[in-house]
């Protein structure tokens, strides 16, 4: 079992940056692949980056590569959403996801089965 707790959403006007943070716990937090999804309203939940425990390879959905960055601490069983130049069309609640497992490189949402509670993300323009 995996627990997610995320913090650092807000407001920002566009262009603007915010780093979302994810703290992890549980038997199996400390070696688990992990993501970042979003929803926005109305929309399905979809994609955002990914992480694996090994090596720390790092993916993205195109509309955020160059703009975002995904990082871990694993001494602090935390992961991080850095948004920069975020755009009004970022607005949406933010997801943190655990695999749950250190085995491929996940980005579906049936491969996460561990969520938090979501932190909403708003960019003005």
């Known amino acids: 079992q995996v627990q997610l707790v995320e913090s650092g959403g807000g407001l920002v006007q566009a262009g603007g940056s915010l780093r979302l943070s994810c703290a992890a716990s549980?038997?199996?937090?400390?070696?688990?692949?992990m993501g970042w999804f979003r929803q926005a309203p109305g929309k399905e939940r979809e994609f955002v980056a990914g992480?694996?425990?090994?090596?720390?390879?790092?993916y993205y959905t195109d509309s955020v590569k160059g703009r975002f960055t995904i990082s871990r601490d694993n001494a602090k069983n935390t992961v991080y959403l850095q948004m920069n130049s975020l755009k009004p069309e970022d607005t949406a609640v933010y997801y943190c996801?655990?695999?749950?497992?250190?085995?491929?490189?996940?980005?579906?949402?049936?491969?996460?089965?561990?969520w938090g509670q979501g932190t909403q993300v708003t960019v003005s323009s």
């Open positions: 549980g038997r199996t937090s400390s070696s688990t692949n």
């Open positions: 996801a655990a695999s749950g497992s250190w085995l491929g490189v996940p980005r579906t949402r049936d491969e996460f089965p561990y």
């Open positions: 992480i694996t425990w090994i090596g720390g390879s790092t």
